[in-house]
């Protein structure tokens, strides 16, 4: 590690230091980390020097430098120099190999992650006992077995097999007194030990992949035509916009029956489409000035539960809203013909998600901009006029008057000034000359012919048909 100077961390190799010096002159060094006493009656801490035989240097200064890392880590100092100077410690050390390559890697990204902590501090808690046991305190037989409470307020059991190895929880005991020292003694074990309740926190949060189910997928498909088996269609992700366009979701009419709206989940509705209407429509309300434009969306038709319906679905809408001022110029014929308001609404209603920064900038660098609307084939055209954006043409034209009125991610209001209509396409007609009648002369023969002039020459060719 980083930390350490020849094996020695440089935290305690300044508090050796600060000792050596304390037993030449005489004077006391204090450190700065505080200290717990056993007293209760002493209401302030007094500073407590380390001494550089203690246990803890050594086991930060022992060949079990991967344990003295994670103690490190897990901001343990504090806590195991105030054990150390109430309780004579025993510590039962893993080997470097078994924290090294003998440890699940999934297990030790668990405990280095910086939300573990806790977890991280009472599994190394778990290795020490606030008691001395030395190797002649080691259970000689299976039924000397003892529990001990450890640092971390959990029990672990000492036992003894027949063959003599020493056992503590589920690891052998490989280094008995493998370093000794007046306030502790360490004991090299071959595994890192694991208390049931940092098991149990791993399990709950170890990544649901591993141990999800797997849904069955089904026969394959075979094509009849090439007889080979279908490729499945790629699986859409939550959120991605829809496969098809957004015209083959939208209800074909209201004498037929509406039809489902493809899209990433189908029924599932990765978007609440219906509470965003809602919303845009009291948006709409209180906002005032568009309670015309409401009250069809809502009552005159069906279109708030089929723009909700989109929106569910994945497709996104920008929604042109004329203001009452505009509604009202509407004819009673406008408004009389079967499915005119439909077909109204459907003409202001953009299948994009555009709000006026948007639409300026688009008709700033490209001028004219046609956008699709819900009304095929028709598109409603928009251009820069007076510093703001013009939509529609000639007479029938609107300005937006009142932009981003709702805007959120899916659904995009823009208030104009008129009502819009579509232009008229006319297709010229072409006018076709008549065509003169010409008859057919019928054919004469050569004897024919001759008295023809014959008779021409004597005058007389009038008083035959067929001569002329």
Do not use: W
Request: proline share 9%; with cysteine; aromatic share 6%.
């Amino acid at each position: 590690m980083d930390s350490h100077i020849y094996g020695v961390p440089k935290l305690f190799l300044f508090f050796l230091l600060a000792h050596l010096f304390n037993d030449i002159h005489g004077i006391p060094i204090s450190t700065a980390l505080p200290t717990k006493h056993p007293s209760s009656s002493s209401s302030s801490s007094s500073p407590t020097q380390i001494n550089s035989n203690s246990v803890l240097v050594a086991l930060l200064d022992s060949h079990y430098t991967e344990l003295a890392e994670l103690v490190e880590k897990a901001l343990l100092l504090h806590t195991l120099e105030a054990a150390v100077n109430v309780h004579n410690i025993t510590i039962f050390a893993p080997r470097n190999e078994a924290l090294e390559r003998n440890l699940d890697p999934e297990f030790k990204r668990f405990l280095l992650e910086p939300g573990n902590l806790r977890t991280l501090q009472t599994l190394l808690l778990f290795h020490i006992i606030p008691t001395r046991i030395g190797s002649q305190e080691l259970p000689k037989s299976p039924a000397e077995s003892t529990r001990h409470k450890t640092l971390c307020n959990d029990h672990v059991r000492l036992t003894s097999k027949d063959s003599g190895e020493i056992i503590v929880d589920l690891a052998k005991v490989v280094l008995p007194d493998d370093v000794v020292r007046p306030d502790g003694v360490i004991h090299g074990i071959e595994r890192l030990l694991v208390p049931r309740s940092v098991q149990e926190d791993f399990n709950k949060r170890r990544s649901l992949r591993s141990i999800s189910a797997v849904q069955p997928e089904g026969a394959p498909e075979v094509d009849p035509r090439t007889h080979r088996l279908k490729k499945p269609a790629p699986a859409v992700p939550v959120g991605a916009p829809p496969v098809l366009p957004i015209f083959d979701a939208i209800a074909p009419g209201p004498s037929l029956a509406p039809a489902p709206a493809p899209g990433p989940g189908g029924p599932h509705h990765h978007f609440d489409g219906e509470s965003q209407v809602k919303d845009f429509i009291q948006t709409l309300l209180h906002y005032g000035g568009y309670n015309e434009l409401a009250d069809i969306l809502v009552n005159l038709t069906s279109l708030a539960t089929e723009m909700g319906r989109l929106v569910s679905e994945g497709y996104v809408l920008t929604v042109l809203a004329p203001n009452d001022e505009a509604m009202a110029k509407l004819t009673t014929d406008q408004l009389s013909e079967p499915g005119a308001p439909e077909q109204i609404v459907y003409y202001h209603l953009i299948p994009e998600y555009q709000t006026e920064e948007s639409m300026y900038n688009a008709v700033r660098r490209f001028g004219k901009i046609r956008y699709d609307t819900l009304r095929l084939p028709h598109k409603v055209t928009a251009e820069e006029a007076d510093g703001s954006v013009k939509f529609g043409h000639g007479d029938g034209s609107a300005y937006l008057f009142d932009p981003d009125i709702y805007t959120d991610g899916r659904i995009s209001v823009q208030g104009i000034d008129g009502v819009l209509f579509p232009v008229e396409e006319t297709t010229p007609v072409t006018k076709v000359a008549p065509v003169a009648k010409s008859v057919a002369k019928p054919h004469r023969g050569k004897l024919l012919e001759v008295a023809c002039r014959l008779l021409v020459v004597v005058g007389q060719d009038s008083h035959f048909t067929t001569c002329q």
